[in-house]
């Protein structure tokens, strides 16, 4: 009587590991066969995330579950107690699966552009998180052989230690969805979190987490739900608008600043880029200079032109004609309050560029140009003195 159980047992054990090997290596086979000859990209990321391959494990749990009442003289407490292992192990198997069918569709929807806007990742695992709670659920009430139902009345009164346990889950699913629907953080952003010292490329938007490359090519994880609470800085919005922004200023010694001579004025008037300004400051100027001189005013309160304000529009007009700044975003050239540095000349602009690269190539070009210049309007730069400058002053001394 006991050989013919255990051999019965053995028999049934065997044809599940031989349907098990023989169901496998001819699905993944076929599977394998049957994505290199479609373009398509979905049954690439199934097979990738082994979808069949668990689906494949459910086919031994069937054969012990039906096979088993097939077992002579084995008695209805193990033939229970067999099932019940069996069903479990089988809805194990349909729990893997459905997660691996979960994190497959999310790598589909990885490749179209709508995921950079619109990830998902967030509400995929936490769809993940709850099919493994009720997958587990599921399990220990077929191992127990009670009715899922009751052990899920019995979770309602854990409700409170439920929520302190996924509390931080909880809350990055409010961020992943306040994220997600306000549009604030997509693949591919450039943001900037000096708290977490975070300034670079967003590349992964998950539930918990929020993943940086840096540009130091460092990686920083930011919890989710801080990027709803605390304050960062998002790029986008240079990157889209096609500008980005230079705002730097140069230090001009005020010793240097003068009226210009007659001669000077007739020397610029020959600029391309100062011919309309010199044109319109001079009959400007003669107007205002002759509404004064009929008061028999003093010369010191004429109007004329200094080297500083040419320079500015100089500046302008080189900009306003420059092929990499943008037409129709900001264009300026200011004096700011003078310091123990000198006048600061501001130029506020934007590339129409935003590459990084071209960007800081372009503002170098810009100001290599602009320092050069100065000496053509009888202008010096600002610069704190050096210990060469010591030297030399001695020397002359």
Request: include cysteine; glycine fraction near 6%; hydrophobic fraction near 45%.
């Amino acid at each position: 009587m006991l050989a013919r159980t255990l051999g019965g047992l053995v028999a049934l054990c065997t044809i599940g590991v031989a349907a098990d090997l023989v169901v496998k290596r001819q699905l993944i086979r076929f599977v394998l066969r049957l994505t290199q000859r479609t373009t398509h990209q979905w049954d690439d990321a199934l097979f990738q995330h082994n979808v069949f391959g668990r689906l494949a494990r459910t086919v031994p749990a069937l054969i012990i579950y039906f096979g088993v009442e097939w077992v002579p003289e084995l008695g209805d407490t193990v033939t229970a107690l067999i099932r019940n292992v069996a069903l479990a192990y089988l809805i194990l198997m349909v729990t893997l699966s459905i997660g691996a069918l979960l994190t497959a569709t999310n790598a589909i929807y990885a490749t179209y552009s709508v995921a950079k806007e619109r990830p998902i990742k967030g509400f995929v695992q936490v769809t993940k998180i709850i099919v493994y709670v009720l997958g587990t659920v599921i399990i220990v009430a077929a191992l127990l052989n009670r009715s899922p139902i009751v052990l899920l009345t019995g979770l309602g009164a854990m409700t409170a230690i439920i929520l302190l346990i996924f509390k931080d889950t909880i809350m990055s699913l409010v961020a992943s969805v306040q994220l997600t629907s306000l549009n604030m953080v997509r693949v591919g952003d450039w943001i900037e979190m000096p708290q977490y010292n975070a300034d670079g490329d967003v590349i992964d938007v998950a539930l918990h987490t929020v993943t940086v490359q840096n540009w130091d090519k460092t990686i920083t994880t930011i919890p989710t739900h801080r990027l709803i609470s605390e304050s960062y800085k998002n790029w986008r919005g240079m990157s889209e608008s096609g500008g980005r922004r230079i705002k730097r200023s140069i230090n001009i010694d005020l010793s240097s600043v003068r009226f210009l001579t007659n001669e000077e004025v007739q020397r610029f008037k020959e600029f391309t880029l100062l011919h309309e300004y010199v044109e319109g400051k001079r009959k400007e100027l003669a107007e205002y200079n002759a509404e004064l001189e009929k008061t028999d005013s003093a010369n010191v309160n004429l109007r004329r032109l200094t080297n500083l304000g040419t320079f500015r529009a100089y500046i302008w007009n080189y900009l306003r004609n420059h092929p990499k700044i943008h037409r129709g975003m900001t264009l300026l050239v200011r004096q700011l309050q003078p310091g123990q540095t000198g006048i600061p000349i501001e130029i506020y602009c934007f590339t129409n560029i935003t590459d990084w690269n071209a960007y800081e190539e372009v503002q170098a070009d810009i100001f290599d140009h602009v320092l050069a210049q100065c000496g053509e309007f009888g202008l010096r730069v600002f610069q704190e003195p050096s210990s060469s400058d010591v030297q030399a002053l001695r020397t002359t001394s």
